[in-house]
Structures are given as C-alpha cells and as structure tokens.
T-cell receptor
Framework: AQSVTQLGSHVSVSEGALVLLRCNYSSSVPPYLFWYVQYPNQGLQLLLKYTSAATLVKGINGFEAEFKKSETSFHLTKPSAHMSDAAEYFCAVRGGNQAGTALIFGKGTTLSVSS | NAGVMQNPRHLVRRRGQEARLRCSPMKGHSHVYWYRQLPEEGLKFMVYLQKENIIDESGMPKERFSAEFPKEGPSILRIQQVVRGDSAAYFC?????????????FGSGTQLSVL
C-alpha cells in the first residue's frame, strides 16, 4: 500500500523567499510521485512528476522536486516565491509497478505569500 | 480539446434527497477517478472506473454511494439519502491509460451542500 505525509498544513513565506514544501512517502514498491497545485475554486493541476528517471525533477512555474530514496522524501522547492504561487499543494503517490491503481494524495499544504 | 467537465458546479440538497454528480472525461480518456475533498483532509480517493467497469471502489462508503461509467455518456456519482456529512467538494479526474506514471486531468469539482 502507498501513502504520503505532508509536513505542515500551512507554510507562509515572503515574496522572493525560498519555498520548501515537504512530502514523505511510504510505498511497498518503487513509487511514482506527483505534485499538484490547486487554486481557489479550481481543480488540481500537475506541477511535476517523478517516474524513476532523473531524481531531480523540474516542473512548471519554476518549481522542482528531488526524489531521495534514503529519506523516502519528495520535497517541493522554488528559489523565489511569487504572490501568484499562493495556493494549496498536494503530494501524491502511486505504485510504480501497479497499473490500474488510483493516485493517493496527502492532506495538502496551503502556501501563503506576503509582500 | 475541452477539459474534464463536471456539473453542476454547486448542488444543494435537503437531507434524505438524492444527489447526482456528472463527469465528462477529456476526449479519448477511458479512465475516470472520483475524489472527495473536505477542509484539512485533502483528497480522498473514492472510486476508479474504466468504461462500463468498476476497477477499484475501495474508497467508496458501502451504503448510499454508487458510481457508473456507461459506454455512452458521462460518469455518474450517485449519493442516495444524503446526510449533512456528505457535504464536500467532489472532484473527477480522467486519464487516457492506466499506466502508473500517467497524469490525471481534473475537473473543477462539484460542491455539494446538504441542508
């Protein structure tokens, strides 16, 4: 079975500061990992995904994440926050050898950006 | 190519009534997933369907909830005899295949309010 834990339900940063959103996963098989973003009153959009190729994954809007097997982590980072980054961010996991299974999401982290 | 379409966006029901939520996947997508979102709880997987088949319903409550994805027409999530605890945002997602690295495309959700 797979699960993800997002540490910190709320993260606040200043505009221009580093963004770090934490995600740890648990998986009995090699995982596929995803980060999605949700803006108010909208559905989720994919930011980036890890599918066992490069461990450092670059996504849209300047975000990137690094897969660390030894730490079972897939933290999301962005060097410099913009006001438009304020949203809710979800980490998700799926078993890498399990076609036909659902994506399992964490509880989400709300990112606030102040000027 | 239109995205995942969910309707209605907002649905108000009184306790004991039935709620029907519709989801039209993206063109060419035969895999549909339903999730429920409550504040501070993230997205909870409910059910995964492929045309005319339920693949995984492990997240569906055993009573009052059902889902279908007929050969023709949208996927339907049906909640009978709604109770206040069913109030939530319900999201549908679709994908073109069951590959574990496949991206899910999300609709904008249906906000169900039970009075």
């Amino acid at each position: 079975a797979q699960s993800v834990t997002q540490l910190g339900s709320h993260v606040s940063v200043s505009e221009g500061a580093l963004v770090l959103l934490r995600c740890n996963y648990s998986s009995s098989v090699p995982p596929y990992l995803f980060w999605y973003v949700q803006y108010p009153n909208q559905g989720l959009q994919l930011l980036l995904k890890y599918t066992s190729a490069a461990t450092l994954v670059k996504g849209i809007n300047g975000f990137e994440a690094e897969f660390k097997k030894s730490e079972t982590s897939f933290h999301l980072t962005k060097p410099s926050a913009h006001m438009s980054d304020a949203a809710e961010y979800f980490c998700a996991v799926r078993g890498g050898n399990q076609a036909g299974t659902a994506l399992i999401f964490g509880k989400g982290t709300t990112l606030s950006v102040s000027s | 190519n239109a995205g995942v379409m969910q309707n209605p966006r907002h649905l108000v029901r009184r306790r004991g009534q039935e709620a029907r939520l519709r989801c039209s996947p993206m063109k060419g997508h035969s895999h549909v997933y339903w999730y429920r979102q409550l504040p501070e709880e993230g997205l909870k997987f409910m059910v995964y369907l492929q045309k005319e088949n339920i693949i995984d319903e492990s997240g569906m409550p055993k009573e009052r909830f059902s889902a279908e994805f007929p050969k023709e027409g949208p996927s339907i999530l049906r909640i009978q005899q709604v109770v206040r605890g069913d109030s939530a945002a319900y999201f549908c997602a679709s994908s073109p295949s069951a590959a574990p690295g496949e991206k899910l495309f999300f609709g904008s959700g249906t906000q169900l309010s039970v009075l």
